[in-house]
């Protein structure tokens, strides 16, 4: 199985008869009209899915759902808020909330909570289990908010942190938000989160073009007993 880093928060996952795409915004090119998704996964054989956190459009993209003319047998499983905000519409997708479920014959989906707007996703693909957080981090921004904003903030990352550690106390792959944007501690949502969850592989996300601020994760999830990522450039692929 592959994993293939397109953008920002951005995804794919390359199983056995299967293609699922996260939080597709950007494709791994900035030339418009190529990258990996265009150029290859569209094309790959198999069932091909695409799934959305939710609305905010670094997470989300309406072009995707031009893709049906490509593969008119795509699959689309998006936050319920997407619907809501009028992204999409009632007939375009599946639609999930927190506590919802997709299951079909290649993979199986759990939908819980984001301290944002939306939901983050628990998938069990052949034999391995990933999390992708969506926007679900520990947004405590401590060098603009006040310190009740700051408990507020831990207090709601932490509750739903403990619902995915009653389901899933371990996880294969998890795909974690590390943001320099936010200042100081900008990395304490990935570690508090790898000291609940015991995860085999962490990938960082939701940094944009700042590599270097992603990556610098690493010791923390390494001293955590995780195989660190690290991501270098658009487009790249690991084995997973």
């Given at each position: 199985m592959k994993l293939d880093y397109i953008y920002h928060s951005g995804f794919a996952i390359e199983a056995d008869g299967a293609t699922i795409l996260i939080d597709y915004w950007k494709d791994?090119?900035?030339?418009?009209?190529?990258g990996l998704v265009r150029d290859r996964l569209l094309h790959r054989p198999g069932a091909f899915y695409v799934l959305a956190t939710h609305f905010h459009p670094d997470h989300f993209n309406p072009e995707v759902l031009r893709w049906h003319e490509v593969r008119p047998d795509i699959h689309y499983i998006f936050s319920k808020d997407i619907l809501k905000h009028r992204r999409a519409k009632a007939d375009d997708a599946f639609y999930i909330n927190k506590g919802g479920v997709y299951e079909d014959d290649h993979l199986?989906?759990?939908?819980?909570?984001?301290?944002?707007?939306?939901?983050?996703?628990?998938?069990?693909?052949?034999?391995?289990?990933?999390?992708?957080?969506?926007?679900?981090?520990?947004w405590h921004w401590s060098e603009e908010s006040t310190p009740q904003e700051i408990r507020k903030a831990e207090g709601d990352y932490l509750a739903e942190i403990r619902d995915l550690q009653q389901e899933s106390p371990a996880v294969d792959v998890a795909l974690?938000?590390?943001?320099?944007?936010?200042?100081?501690d900008y990395m304490r949502g990935a570690l508090q989160f790898v000291e609940r969850i015991k995860t085999r592989i962490f990938?960082?996300?939701?940094?944009?073009?700042?590599?270097?601020?992603?990556?610098?994760?690493?010791?923390?999830?390494?001293?955590?007993?995780?195989?660190?990522?690290?991501?270098?450039?658009?487009g790249e692929s690991f084995d997973i």
């Open positions: 791994s090119s900035a030339e418009a009209g190529q199986r989906i759990q939908a819980f909570g984001s301290t944002d707007v939306g939901v983050s996703f628990l998938l069990d693909v052949q034999g391995v289990r990933l999390f992708h957080a969506g926007d679900l981090n520990n974690f938000p590390v943001d320099r944007r936010m200042g100081r990938v960082p996300m939701h940094f944009g073009d700042d590599y270097e601020g992603g990556n610098a994760f690493r010791p923390q999830a390494e001293a955590h007993g995780c195989r660190f990522l690290t991501i270098d450039h658009r």
